[in-house]
């Protein structure tokens, strides 16, 4: 499986702000590009943090790429996918409508009554390591069920983990005209951070969009 890891951020290196709510940091170009590499995607994904935070829907804005998608034996939108080791994703959350399937993997330790709850409200629930969502493992049953590209939103914990598991095959940041600011302020890769053996990345392209930068490594 292919995973593909895209996030905005401002000037200053963050996500969101300190009361990490939704930011736009990409301008009109940027969300036209993101809403490409979605229809380009299997499957979307992101950690619950950022389901609580913002709310998603990861669906297309494009209709004609919808319909372009159908057109080629797909599903309209791609998949949806939350890691969210204990469900905390709430049973009304947009990312649980029906606009397209939605897979949350979560740990052993996930409460039963939820799981059933989240089966109840449509999404197939993936169980995968003991306290927290082992993502090697969860990824595999997610290839097998044919998700072949993987594309990651965020937020930074989530980020973090699939570079720490050696999991990321190219990330794109497009870099904002913002100074958001703030030591608790998310970042793109946040977690416990690497102090070793960092993860390097081979710059494949940069391309003024909108007011800023993106830019795209592959990660060898
Ligand atoms: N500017 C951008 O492109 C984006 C910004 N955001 C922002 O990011 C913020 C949310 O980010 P975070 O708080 O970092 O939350 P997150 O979205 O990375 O979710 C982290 C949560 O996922 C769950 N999880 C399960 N298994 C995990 C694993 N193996 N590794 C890591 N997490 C695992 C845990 O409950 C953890 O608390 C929000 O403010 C949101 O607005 C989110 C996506 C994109
Ligand atoms: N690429 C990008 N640029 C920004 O400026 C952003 N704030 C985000 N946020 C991500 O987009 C998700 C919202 O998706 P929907 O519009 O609801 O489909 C949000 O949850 C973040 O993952 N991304």
Redo the contacts with the bound molecule.
Sequence with gaps: MRVVVN???SADGK??SRE???IA?SGPEDFDRVDELRAASDAVM?????VL??DPSLTLDSEQRRTDRVGNGDPSNPARVI???RI?TPPDATILDDAAPTYLLVSEAAPTDFMEEMEDAGATVIAAGDD??D?PSAFEQLEADGIDQLMV???????F?LFAADLVDECSVFVGPKIIGGRDA?TLA?GDGFTEDFPALSLKAVERLDEGVLLQWDVP
């Design positions: 996030a905005a951020m996500i969101s990490r709510t939704q940091i992101v950690g619950v943090g950022t935070a913002d890691a969210d080791s905390r927290r969502v993502l939103e965020g937020g930074g914990e989530l980020i983990s998310p946040d």
